[in-house]
């Protein structure tokens, strides 16, 4: 898994996630909204022009991550997660 994700990375010149909103689900489960912020190596293609806010859930147990499961849809997410829907900032 290591392999598959460092050849991921090498794709960009920079990456990084920023962190939202948290909600903690239960005692093992904490969902962490997030935006990931990229430029390509090659292209020099900013991440920000494609859809990029997404759920990071973690699972916890004994302090311990024992799971991530990624979200690139945060509709879905919410959905699947019974999480309220966003509210549209732009129906105001």
């Known amino acids: 898994m290591w392999a598959a994700f460092h050849d991921f990375l090498d794709a960009w010149r920079e990456w990084r996630v920023e962190t ?15 935006r990931f912020l990229a430029r390509g ?32 849809d945060r509709d879905s997410a919410r959905a699947e997660l019974g999480l309220a829907p966003e509210e549209d900032s732009s129906a105001s």
């Open 20 to 34: 939202d909103e948290y909600h903690e689900l239960n005692g093992e489960r904490v969902a962490v909204f997030v």
């Open 41 to 72: 190596r090659t292209s020099g293609i900013a991440l920000g022009d494609v859809r990029t806010k997404g759920v990071q859930l973690f699972h916890v147990r004994d302090g311990q991550v024992t799971k991530l499961v990624n979200y690139f």
